[in-house]
């Protein structure tokens, strides 16, 4: 399917010159003389090469058709991750490049959203939230109640993140899986 450059978006599919890839970034630049275009960060789904192209915002991109449904994250090894579609109960595999910076956040048992283009999975959406617990951190001071200040702090998947300093070992927070910063304490 044929659509303009400029109505792309992170995590669509594109077909260009008979190569699949996968959108990362996208940039749409208005100078204030001459034509505006749009600016593609994309992966390449076949060797995970990763490449820059700059469009017209009117010129037209063959879009491909991806299948987006929920799967469930099953475990990962030396092939890759593992995932299994709950309705059909078929199983994916998806490269360490493809998952990249979401791997810590993914959990055995996870509801994710993976993008499936002729049986090979090409994307992944992550829950926006997960909780997790804080396994290391600074001693609370008695007194640093000033609501501003933050201190640094490793999560139980290995991800460093800032908390507020009332936060001590063993406490479940919650944190965004896009940057991985804190959200608020967990209230279970």
Do not use: C
């Not at 450059?5 to 100078?31: F, M």
């Not at 017209?56 to 469930?72: G, I, K, L, N, S």
């Not at 956040?105 to 926006?128: C, E, F, R």
């Amino acid at each position: 399917m044929k659509v303009s450059a400029s109505s792309l978006r992170k995590g669509n599919a594109v077909d260009v010159d008979g190569k699949l890839y996968v959108i990362l970034s996208i940039e749409n630049i208005h100078p204030g003389k001459g034509t505006p275009v749009t600016q593609l960060d994309m992966r390449r789904i076949s060797d995970g090469v990763k490449v820059s192209e700059r469009y017209r915002t009117t010129e037209v991109v063959e879009r491909a058709f991806v299948d987006e449904r929920p799967h469930t994250f099953l475990y990962q090894d030396g092939d890759g991750y593992h995932f299994m579609n709950p309705e059909s109960y078929d199983q994916l595999t998806a490269s360490p490049e493809m998952i990249g910076d979401l791997a810590p956040y993914l959990a055995d048992g996870m509801t994710v959203s993976l993008m499936v283009h002729d049986d090979t999975a090409i994307g992944l959406s992550l829950p926006a939230r997960v909780t997790l617990e804080i396994v290391e951190t600074e001693p609370v001071v008695k007194g640093q109640t000033a609501s501003g200040s933050y201190k640094p702090a490793i999560l139980n998947n290995g991800v460093r993140t800032m908390v507020p300093t009332y936060i001590t070992v063993g406490t479940r927070v919650v944190v965004m899986t896009e940057d991985g910063s804190y959200v608020e304490r967990a209230k279970d």
